[in-house]
């Protein structure tokens, strides 16, 4: 069964920094290597939809961001920690949200981030 616990979030001021980690159980990151699959980081605010932040593509590596993240944002995955994880630098106020992962149909139960002086 495949189990995904997201840890890292938080209070940080604006411009400040943290990491977010998804770790992976029953969903060896290895294993899946030449089978194309995306790894994705969405996240979600009070009254509003849940939309996707970043996207990892398991086999070429290909990353996407939007637009409201990109150049601060970096999405990574450790194959050996069979974790993924979201970089997140010069943090702003409209980031604050639940923040969650999710490989094929799976996803996990989110982490709060919250930017704010």
């Known amino acids: 069964q495949v189990q995904l616990v997201e840890s890292g979030g938080g209070f940080v001021q604006p411009g400040g920094s943290l990491r977010l980690s998804c770790a992976a159980s029953?969903?060896?990151?290895?294993?899946?290597?030449?089978?194309?699959?995306?790894m994705d980081w969405y996240r979600q605010a009070p009254g509003k939809e849940r939309d996707l932040v970043a996207r990892?593509?398991?086999?070429?590596?290909?990353?996407y961001y939007a637009d409201s993240v990109k150049g601060r944002f970096t999405i990574s995955a450790d194959n050996a920690e069979n974790t993924l994880y979201l970089q997140m630098n010069n943090l702003k106020p409209e980031d604050t949200a639940t923040y969650y992962c999710?490989?094929?149909?799976?996803w996990g139960q989110g982490t709060q981030v919250t930017v704010s002086s």
């Open positions: 990892l593509t398991s086999t070429t590596g290909d990353t």
């Open positions: 029953g969903f060896p990151f290895s294993r899946y290597t030449s089978e194309l699959f995306a």
């Open positions: 999710r490989i094929l149909t799976y």
